[in-house]
């Protein structure tokens, strides 16, 4: 398969945010770059913020207040994939990981392997999503050994907050 073909199966798009190029027109991106900006805008946007396409966007942002746990984090693995199979059929979602920040309680990993359609090219792209963590002495969080082989263990400073409770 040859570069041409390649561009005109991925496409190009607008720039997100919206900038724009040297000549003052709009800025474009193409290939690689324009599907890694989609899969952002999908996870970035909630179901319902547009009016015209109510059902496009990701829930993971129904996830904000709830405890940080890796019953939270397979919901959030699980709203992250089916959002992206449904918005972005360039790509084969392989694994959505999720992974704990273990200085910011407040700060998840979702860690997205997949590769473009057509194309041998396995990828990932890591996207930060904040949620607000309970206090350490009411923090309802879960061991290590109730979490399922796939998702992380739970950061030390969580595990020590739950013997303390």
Do not use: K
């Amino acid at each position: 398969m040859g570069i041409d073909s390649r561009v005109d199966f991925v496409g190009a798009g607008w720039a997100f945010p919206l900038t724009t190029d040297a000549t003052g027109g709009v800025a474009l991106v193409v290939r690689e770059q324009e599907i890694e900006e989609a899969i952002r805008l999908i996870l970035a946007t909630a179901p319902g913020e547009r009016p015209m396409r109510p059902e496009f966007g990701c829930r993971v942002h129904d996830h904000v207040f709830a405890p940080i746990n890796a019953s939270t984090a397979g919901a959030i693995a699980s709203d992250v994939r089916y959002a992206l199979e449904m918005w972005e059929p360039r790509i084969t979602v392989h694994d959505v990981l999720i992974s704990f920040d273990q200085a910011d309680l407040g700060t998840l990993y979702i860690d997205i392997h997949y590769s473009i359609r057509g194309i041998n090219d396995p990828r990932n792209l890591v996207f930060p999503f904040y949620v607000i963590p309970d206090e350490p002495d009411s923090a309802a969080v879960t061991g290590p050994s109730f979490a399922p082989a796939s998702l992380p263990a739970i950061p030390a400073a969580l595990a020590a907050a739950e013997r303390r409770a």
